[in-house]
């Protein structure tokens, strides 16, 4: 059975850091596309990352380049998401997927605000 | 950027009825591999997303029949034949051909 857990998610303020994890099982984890992607209370939804498979290419949306960083460790099963400079238009529900959006999990939650 | 416009935003409709969604795309959604990855994805109330159909008309396995997906280039349509209760939520397209992949607004189905 396919799953994705993420973890992580807290309160922060304006500024500060925080490091999302997404624990994976149930495929070969080491052979896929992987991505993180949010959705900010009540609203759609937005793809933040994409991640190759061994971690060679990696894509941004334009409002989170620079401030935001995917990684994987294939060892581990895992996914990352390393946030820093958080502003409020990054509060959300933060969803690891598969690939193309083939399976979801779900969602750790991030507010920034002082 | 490509922009996907979803119509109609809000859909009620009777228990057994059929419902149609349509997604415009900003450009057109076929790869160089010959591919078009235009996505439909179920979002029920508190869920996380569940991808519903794959590539403009591919249904994705334990998704029922009465779900379907047509269209092509800029063009695409979500069917659902007979509108069940568990059919509740928020539909959207998506298209992952061009980087940054992109959403539709979202569709909110509601039984009347």
């Known amino acids: 059975e396919v799953q994705l857990v993420e973890s992580g998610g807290d309160l922060v303020q304006p500024g500060g850091s925080l490091r999302l994890s997404c624990a994976a099982s149930?495929?070969?984890?080491?052979?896929?596309?992987m991505a993180w992607v949010r959705q900010a209370p009540g609203k759609g939804l937005e793809w933040v990352a994409n991640?190759?498979?061994?971690?060679?290419?990696?894509y941004y949306v334009d409002s989170v380049r620079g401030r935001f960083t995917v990684s994987r460790d294939n060892a581990k099963n895992s996914l990352y998401l390393q946030m820093n400079s958080l502003r409020g238009e990054d509060t959300a529900v933060y969803y690891c997927?598969?690939?193309?959006?083939?399976?979801w999990g779900q969602g750790t939650p991030v507010t920034v605000s002082s | 950027d490509v922009v996907m416009t979803q119509s109609p935003l809000s859909l009620p409709v009777t228990l057994g009825q059929p419902a149609s969604i349509s997604c415009r795309s900003s450009?057109?959604?076929?790869?160089?591999?010959?591919?078009?990855?235009l996505i439909w994805l179920q979002q029920r109330p508190g869920q996380s997303p569940r991808r519903l159909i794959n590539?403009?008309?591919n249904r994705e396995s334990g998704v029922p029949d009465r779900f379907s997906g047509s269209g092509s280039g800029t063009d695409f349509t979500l069917k659902i034949s007979r509108v069940e209760a568990e059919d509740v939520g928020v539909y959207y397209c998506?298209?992952?051909?061009?980087?940054?992949?992109?959403f539709g607004q979202g569709t909110k189905l509601e039984i009347k």
């Open positions: 997927a598969i690939g193309r959006g083939f399976f």
């Open positions: 149930g495929f070969t984890f080491a052979t896929t596309w």
């Open positions: 991640i190759k498979h061994d971690g060679s290419d990696k």
């Open positions: 450009q057109s959604l076929v790869q160089s591999d010959g591919n078009t990855y």
């Open positions: 590539k403009v008309s």
């Open positions: 998506m298209q992952g051909t061009h980087w940054p992949y992109s």
